[in-house]
């Protein structure tokens, strides 16, 4: 039932775990007063200010822009990377999508290549050493030719734009039951291979960042289109498959 | 530097259309061999970090690169909406370096560097063609060229951008080259870290003590130079537009071991926000400025009309940007527009829920481009007001209010991006430099830019050549005393056991500050706050609650550190406002106005930055001046009717 003008309440099973190599579990906690409009982040805010009161520790969770660009939030909300909403980040989710008096089950990504650092953050520095291998045009400050020289058609720009627009959150490879990281490589792939600036290291790049996501222990893609469904930023599944065509071209010399 | 009692930038003489190129033609250099021999500490991973740091791993140095957040690619930088700058003049509408300049200084209401303000004009053009050899998604023309928008405070199109993520691409332009180095083995990144102090030996600055944030290590990195890149204290005010981590922690800490602050009032409060809706709310949402582009600000002529907008006729609305400032309309600067829109809200015509906001409507531009082309322009920014409101701008006028966004403010620095600690370097947003009392839209992501990417790696290398820098390790004894203080804060915070959480008592200042040193400044207000802001720091250090251990990840902690510095820069921001007794940019003083009720500026005796000098725990800090001398553009009154 809806509490004072309209608020909202609800029982939050939250995991809770010390640290890294700590055993976890659920805990439960009743919340209640939530305004339908907050961000689910300011709710775990208002669940966290009222243990706080308590002299409990806080429930960790990591954020920064709170406005979906950033890539830092990012928990399981019911099962699913990001919650139930489809295109939206943990920090833009709003209350007012979960009916009243549910039950909300709170956990952080799940994967091998992201270990819980302690409660619902996760390392996902994986991701940074995949970018190292190759996530990026080779040049050096001072050696660029005058923008204009090079010219990108505008439905060109607009589907590499489709592909950069990825925020790195992992939600992918929460969602994938093989913890694969195609989604978040594909998108960098071929943001890339679409620009002529990338052209030149196409076979370099597409051969060691996918060797570098082997390493990291990400799991293969098996088309289940889980990451695309989990996505915040509509990455489309046809990264993974530019990706796939970008490494057989690369190891067939083809590139 | 300082000169008979006053402050300098240390920039030659001569015409200002070659003071850049003669200035690098005087500085030394590092040869390639032995680059490899210096350490350099950046501390940031931003638009500012990342290309200072990617581009000195280039050149050949060690670079150490240290982040709050969990990935150099997540820094604030990651947020920017609207466009960066650029004099290309692709458009052939009249733009020149020299406009942009021109643009700029007037922006500031003359309160800004010339010399400063025209090489960043100068060097827009090789940060865009950078930036698309990178491989950035700008957005293009049908031609394949690139395309361009127009931002408030100016009559041309100069503004790139990619979608409503600019800043998010250009961040991750200057991520990759950092991962590129990082991959060299030129650079290393140390991610989940907070600088807690600056080291300083024998005068110069040689390294910091950060808190590794998973295991809560105090850990020592020594270096030949630090430069610092950790961004905006708009967070000061609780409810800003900055992510939530943002701090002023580094720069304060510089500030206590002897960096001049200068200008810490001047905050941009930027009119396009979500307004606040309720009383959990961790932060605003900004609603880019190019948005004004095509939207039109207007509220009721009548106060207290509660009729839904589209029931408003129009004969009863009132266009107030357009009706005051024919010249630029909606697209007058952000002080302008949030001043004009507190005005009429104060005079009960707001709007919405609070009667503080009022509208910004798409209704025209829907008619005369068609509801594709907005989608096309502004699409992800009405996706992003629909999530948050419930409800869809292509049907009802969004409903915005001004919110702080972005300090001018910051620490002191030379025409060398050097701080007045000898080796401390400052860039992007946490200096001072180039925007005086106003920033114009797009042109922060811009000077970030040209800071880390084009001035940098000159001046450092003329500090590191010029300069004959000892041997100095993490176990010199300076930094064990650093280590030592930052070891006692932390056991501090965690034995006060009070009453109060972090958060109650950041909202507080916040309010306070809001009120007191926000939109308008009075002398009397700014009395009172400096005294509240005082109290509230004494309740802080009695009465915190502060949980946990200092021994593993805990927010509760770092949040609490942050704060603890917010209320000296709190006070230091009202004292700041309080000795400029003057109207300019966003520092608009209630007792300094034209009769229209524009602001006054007093350039007889106040054309100058004021620079703060700590002077030790419970005292005065000292103020120095830096006289801003105008040889280009002579200071008018800055009008945008
Ligand atoms: C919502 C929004 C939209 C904007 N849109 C535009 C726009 O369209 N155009 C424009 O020109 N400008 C825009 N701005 C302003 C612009 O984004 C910022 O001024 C600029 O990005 C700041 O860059 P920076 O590199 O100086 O700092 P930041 O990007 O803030 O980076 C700071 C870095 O320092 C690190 N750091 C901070 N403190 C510490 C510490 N104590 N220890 C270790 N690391 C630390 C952080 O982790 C981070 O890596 C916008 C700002 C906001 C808030
Ligand atoms: S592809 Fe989507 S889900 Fe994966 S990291 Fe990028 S934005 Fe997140
Ligand atoms: S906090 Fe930045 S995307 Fe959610």
Known sequence: MNGENGTRSYTLRIWRQDGPDRPGRFVEYPVSGIDPNMSFLEMLDQLNEELLRHGERAIEFDSDCREGICGTCGVCIDGRPHGPVPNTTTCTLRMREFPDGATITVEPFRAKAFPVVKDLVVDRSAFDRIVQKGGFVSVNVGSAPEANTVLVPKDVAEEAMDSAACIGCGACVAACPNASAALFVGAKIRHLRLMPHGQPERRRRVLSMVAQMDEEGFGNCSNHGECEAACPKSISIENIATMRREYWLALLGLL | ?641
């Open chain 2, 1 to 641: 530097m300082m000169r008979n009692g006053e402050l300098h930038s240390g920039a030659p003489g001569g015409p200002i259309e070659t003071k850049w190129e003669r200035h690098k033609g005087s500085l030394r250099l590092v040869s390639p061999a032995n680059r490899r021999k210096f350490d350099v500490i950046v501390v940031g991973t931003g638009l500012a970090g990342a290309s200072a740091a990617s581009a000195l791993g280039e050149l050949g140095y060690n670079v150490l690169n240290l982040c709050i957040q969990d990935s150099p690619r997540r820094a604030h930088s990651v947020a920017a909406q609207g466009g960066i700058n650029a004099a290309k003049n692709y458009r052939n509408d009249g733009d020149s370096v020299f406009r942009l300049f021109y643009d700029t200084i007037k922006g500031g209401d003359f309160r800004a560097r010339e010399e400063n303000v025209y090489r960043l004009a100068e060097l827009s053009l090789k940060i865009i063609d950078h930036c698309a050899a990178q491989g950035i998604p700008f957005a293009r023309e049908y031609g394949g060229h690139l395309a361009n928008r127009s931002f408030g405070g100016v009559q041309v199109s100069r503004t790139f951008y990619a979608r409503g993520q600019t800043g998010q691409q250009l961040l991750l332009g200057a991520y990759g080259s950092l991962m590129r180095q990082v991959d060299a083995g030129q650079v290393r990144i140390l991610p989940r870290r907070e600088m807690l102090d600056l080291v300083v030996v024998d005068g110069r600055a040689r390294g910091i003590v950060c808190r590794n944030l998973v295991t809560g290590a105090i850990e020592s990195y020594a270096g030949h130079a630090v430069v610092l890149c950790t961004g905006g204290y708009s967070t000061v005010y609780f409810l800003s537009t900055n992510a939530v981590n943002s701090n002023a922690t580094a720069i304060w800490r510089c500030y206590k071991r002897g960096a001049f602050f200068a200008n810490p009032s001047f905050t941009q409060i930027h009119p396009t926000c979500i307004p606040v809706v309720g009383s959990q709310q961790s932060k605003l949402t900004l609603m880019s400025e190019s948005l004004r582009n095509d939207g039109r600000v207007w509220v009721p002529k009548q106060p207290g009309d509660r009729r839904p907008p589209n029931e408003i006729p129009e004969s009863e609305r009132d266009y107030f940007l357009e009706r005051m400032y024919p010249a630029f309309g909606n697209l007058v600067p952000r002080d302008v527009a949030s001043r004009a829109a507190k005005a009429v809200c104060d005079e009960g015509r707001g709007v919405g829920p609070t009667g503080l906001a009022v509208y910004l409507d798409f209704r025209d531009a829907i008619e005369r481009l068609g509801v594709d082309v907005v989608r096309e322009r502004y699409g992800n920014l009405f996706q992003m007001y629909k999530e948050i409101t419930n409800e869809d701008p292509y049907q009802v006028p969004m409903r915005i209010y001004p919110a702080p966004h972005y300090t001018m403010g910051g620490l002191w620095v030379d025409y060398n991006l050097m701080s007045t600690i000898p080796g401390l370097f400052v860039l992007g947003e946490a200096n001072f430099s180039d925007h005086g009392a106003n920033r114009l839209g797009a042109s922060a992501l811009m000077q970030g830019l040209a800071d880390g990417y084009f001035i940098i790696p000159y001046t450092l290398a003329h500090y590191l050549a010029g300069n004959t820098l000892g041997n100095v390790t993490t176990e010199h004894p300076a930094f064990r005393e650093a280590e030592l203080q930052v070891r006692q804060q932390v056991e501090r915070l965690l034995s006060i056991r009070g009453k109060k959480t972090v958060r109650e008592l950041h909202w507080q200042l916040g309010r306070l500050l809001w009120d007191r040193v926000g939109m308008t400044r009075n002398a009397q207000g700014l009395r009172e706050a400096i005294e509240k802001v005082r109290e509230l720091r004494q309740e802080f250090w009695e009465n915190v609650n502060v949980p946990g251990s200092g021994d593993d990840l805990n927010k509760c902690l770092e949040m609490a550190g942050r704060l603890a510095d917010y209320f000296e820069l709190g006070e230091l921001m009202c004292r700041d406002a309080l000795e400029r007794e003057e109207s300019c940019g966003c520092h608009f003083r209630e007792e300094y106005r034209t009769p229209e009720g524009d602001p006054k500026r007093d350039d007889e005796r106040y054309a100058y930055v004021a620079a703060w000098e700590y002077t030790g725990e419970g005292a005065e800090p000292r103020l120095h001046r830096e006289p801003l001398r105008f040889e280009v553009v002579q200071p008018s009154a800055r009008s945008y009717r």
